[in-house]
Structures are given as C-alpha cells and as structure tokens.
C-alpha cells in the first residue's frame, strides 16, 4: 500500500452551526463544502489547510457513528479518525491489509463525502485510532 498524504482529520461535533464559525473567525478557514452522506447519518463540512483537509461531522441521527462516539466523550466532539488517501485503491489496501492480519471495518470500499470511495480500519488493527482509507482525489 503507497500513502500519498493525510487526506482529511475527521472531527466530530455536535453542530456544523456552531463549529463552523470557530474554523472561519478564529482560525480563518474558509468553508468550501457542506453535503449530507445519508447511509452514514452524517451532515460535513470541510475546510482545505495546505494539501490536507478537516472534515467536520455532525450526526443525523442518534444510531450513526458520530452520535455514538460523542456520547463516548461525555457529549463532547473531538478528533474522530484520521484518513489516509491511498495510490493503489481502496480495495487493493484493504486486500493488503487483511493479507497482513489487519482487521477492517470496511470488507469493501464504500462512497463517502466528496464522492470518494473510502474504508476504515478497525481500531483494534490500528493501537486505538480510527483509520480512514481513501481513494487519493488528486490522480
């Protein structure tokens, strides 16, 4: 598997509403992007900071992931996976990872924000961390 760069850092929060503003005035971010990716119950939005970008995520709905891991922090948001765009193919670095004994969340390579096909790696694999594979946009 070939890691170009850090795609995105996933970070969960309880409002885009709230959060947005904070990466726009404080920090002077610009917002590019805000989309729905229904079968996650997530609502994003994204800022670009070099050739990396922050995804921010706002659950739908009390059964997604997002929902389940701020209620894990105390009701709190936080960093919630970090995304690793890969050269050779989603479903080619899950292959390799299950070759090496890695474990998956993921079996096959699903669409994710920003059209992207992505995977994540089960935390148990990766010493705790939520691990997003995705397609690298930029080929």
């Given at each position: 598997m070939q890691i170009s760069h850090i795609e995105h850092v996933g970070i969960a929060v309880t409002s885009l509403e709230?959060?947005?503003p904070f990466y726009e005035n404080l920090l002077g971010f610009k917002c590019f992007a805000i989309e729905e990716v229904e079968d996650q119950h997530?609502?994003?939005a994204f800022f670009q900071v070099g050739q990396t970008k922050i995804e921010l995520l706002e659950a739908t709905s009390p059964e997604s992931a997002i929902?389940?891991?701020i209620e894990k922090n105390g009701g709190r948001g936080g960093i919630q996976h970090i995304a690793f765009a890969v050269e050779d193919g989603v479903a080619n670095?899950?292959?390799e990872v299950q070759e090496k004994g890695g474990r998956v969340v993921d079996k096959e390579p699903r669409r994710g924000a920003e059209g992207l096909n992505i995977a994540f790696l089960h935390p148990k694999t990766t010493c705790g961390a939520l691990v997003e594979l995705?397609?690298?946009p930029n080929k």
């Open positions: 709230e959060a947005i997530v609502k994003t929902a389940k891991f670095a899950l292959a995705c397609e690298n």
